[in-house]
């Protein structure tokens, strides 16, 4: 089952020394089996306030070993990870795949992240969660990431929060979902009161 890595960064001193950690972590991930999907900050904000403010990285790995073994390894840990110390407040939390393998990805796909600080009503949420899932595939998008991690690589943060991440085959595509009147009529009214969300696009790494 693949896994992800995903990080939420509130940048303090970002371009200090980020172009080398970011130029040397490419190379290296990429030696240990991971792919970038995205990286930087939104594409488009569709909900909320927090992503807007942050830098996020997600990266995609065969398996939560594969995941695990880039990051705890000296090369990462000893070498490439300093240069980024001091440059951010991170939380990485570290996410079981949701179901089968991706395919490759479409030319212009984008990556639509939800953050959900869920405050109760688990029942009327699961029923937005059946309508919204629905309605995902209707409109061609499929799901990478839903729930907590499976381990903490920084912060406590992401812990604290449940996450859905998706693929979509375009922007067009994503907007086409969210700005549906069977998506903001009927399915987005059920989660009202069950908690706050921040909702954002991502363009997919291009290199």
């Known amino acids: 089952m ?3 890595i995903i990080a939420n960064n509130h940048a303090t001193d970002y371009e200090a020394s980020i172009g080398a950690y970011r130029g040397r972590v490419t190379d290296v991930a990429t030696s240990f089996g991971g792919r970038y999907l995205a990286r930087g900050v939104p594409a488009q904000v569709l909900e909320g ?3 807007p403010r942050q830098r996020n990285v997600i990266s995609r790995w065969d398996s939560v070993e594969a ?3 880039f990051w705890f390894s000296d090369v990462y840990q000893k070498e490439v990870r300093p240069n980024r110390v001091g440059t951010a407040v991170n939380d990485i939390g570290l996410f079981n795949g949701d ?3 991706a395919p490759a990805p479409a030319p212009d796909e984008v990556y639509m992240l939800v953050i959900a600080q869920l405050g109760g009503a688990a029942e009327k949420f699961g029923a937005y969660a059946k309508a919204a899932g629905a309605l995902v ?3 061609g998008g499929r799901y990478l990431v839903r729930g907590a991690p499976v381990k903490m690589l920084e912060g406590q943060y992401l812990s604290r929060v ?4 998706s693929a979509w085959p375009s922007m067009d ?3 086409k979902f969210w700005n549906s009147d069977a998506y903001q009529k009927d399915a987005k009214p059920l989660r ?3 908690g706050i969300f921040d909702v954002a696009l991502f363009a997919a790494e291009t290199h």
């Open 49 to 51: 306030q927090w992503l």
């Open 192 to 194: 009202e009161g069950t």
């Open 2 to 4: 693949p896994s992800y």
């Open 137 to 139: 595939t209707q409109f």
């Open 99 to 101: 179901g089968e393998p």
């Open 162 to 165: 449940r996450l859905v991440l």
């Open 173 to 175: 595509a994503a907007n």
């Open 67 to 69: 995941a695990e073994k």
